[in-house]
Structure formats: structure tokens, C-alpha cells
């Protein structure tokens, strides 16, 4: 589907140089002089190469709708990790780099979703928020309480979260994935 360079909006995935790019940011400029545009900032879905292309009111660029489909996470095996599709029962390998800094919050039969791209598989979305136990809490520091203080704490998958003074080690906290914060106690 063909949309204006003003219409593009982020997370909007685009086809552009034969590429498949998502829309990363945005910034509608109007300059004194000559007609305005819209500075995009985009990310290659298959190499991940990011770059910044100016378009205007008359160009059109094709957006790309992509399939999504729910998968499983069963386990990691060396540089891959292997997911089973809940329909068909088909496993499939896809490269741990695929998922980036959030592969480290799967978890044994986790649900993903999959987004597909003719059939490719180009990104791996996992759930918002994940449940995870705190292995090592910094003690509090007297004093410290005159703002809202954080302490740094260990995860029981090896990433370091801010969490607040009362968190102890061995308590079950939730943790967005994409930002990695503390969200609450896991109830």
C-alpha cells in the first residue's frame, strides 16, 4: 500500500531500496523556504543498518503489512534458538541476535510472536513484561532516602535492573523487556 512521506508514522515498516526499514522516528520540519518534510528515521529489519531519509509531500514510499504468527520458545541451541510453531508443531532455528538485548528475558515455554515477511521470519516479539527473580540486591545506603532512591539488583538471567530500597534478594519482581525496569512485585 503506497502512503505520502507526510503520512509516515514510527513503527510503520516500509519498503524502501529494496529493503525492508522500520520507522524508528519522526520529525515534520517547514522550513522558511521550499515545501515541507518529514525526517525519518528508519532500521533495516534483515542487517540491521540504520539511516535518515528526508521525504516529501509528493513522494510515496510502499508500507509493508507483515504476518505475525504465535510461537513457542522450547530452547537455545549454541548460537540459535529454536522455537515450535503452535499450530503445526514445526520447529524452527532463528539466530539469537534476531531478538538482541531481549533474549535474555526468554524463558523455557515462553509464547512469542513472530513477524514474517514473505514467509521470513525478520523479528521476534516477546511479552511486554516477564516475571524474574532477584539473585543479588545492593544493600541500602542510611541516609539515601531524601528522594526516591534505586538500588542496583541482579536478575536470575544475568541483567541488572534499578529496583527500590525494600526489594530483597530472592523476591519475584515483573520487568519490562524493552526498557529492562523495575514494573512491581510479581503478585
Do not use: C
Not at 96 to 105: I, V
Not at 143 to 160: C, E, H, I, Y
Amino acid at each position: 500500500m503506497k502512503i505520502s512521506g507526510v503520512d509516515i508514522r514510527p513503527g510503520n515498516i516500509l519498503e524502501y531500496e529494496r529493503g525492508i526499514w522500520k520507522v524508528a522516528k519522526i520529525q515534520h520540519t517547514q522550513p522558511g523556504k521550499g515545501g515541507a518534510f518529514m525526517q525519518v528515521e528508519m532500521k533495516n529489519l534483515i542487517d540491521g543498518r540504520k539511516t535518515n531519509v528526508r521525504f516529501r509531500s509528493a513522494d510515496t514510499v510502499e508500507r509493508v503489512r507483515l504476518d505475525t504468527k504465535d510461537f513457542q520458545y522450547l530452547y537455545a541451541d549454541g548460537a540459535n534458538l529454536v522455537f515450535m510453531d503452535k499450530d503445526t508443531y514445526e520447529q524452527i532455528n532463528l539466530p539469537a541476535d534476531l531478538l538482541g538485548d531481549a533474549a535474555a528475558f526468554l524463558q523455557d515455554g515462553m509464547e512469542v510472536s513472530l513477524e514474517l515477511w514473505e514467509d521470513r521470519p525478520i523479528s521476534v516479539q516477546l511479552p511486554e513484561q516477564v516475571e524474574a527473580t532477584i539473585v543479588e540486591a545492593d544493600a541500602v545506603v542510611k541516609g539515601q532516602t531524601a528522594s526516591s532512591s534505586f538500588k542496583p539488583a541482579l536478575l536470575d538471567n544475568g541483567v541488572r535492573v534499578m529496583v527500590p530500597p525494600h526489594i530483597a534478594s530472592g523476591t519475584r519482581i515483573v520487568v519490562d523487556v524493552y526498557e529492562r525496569t523495575y514494573v512491581g512485585k510479581a503478585g
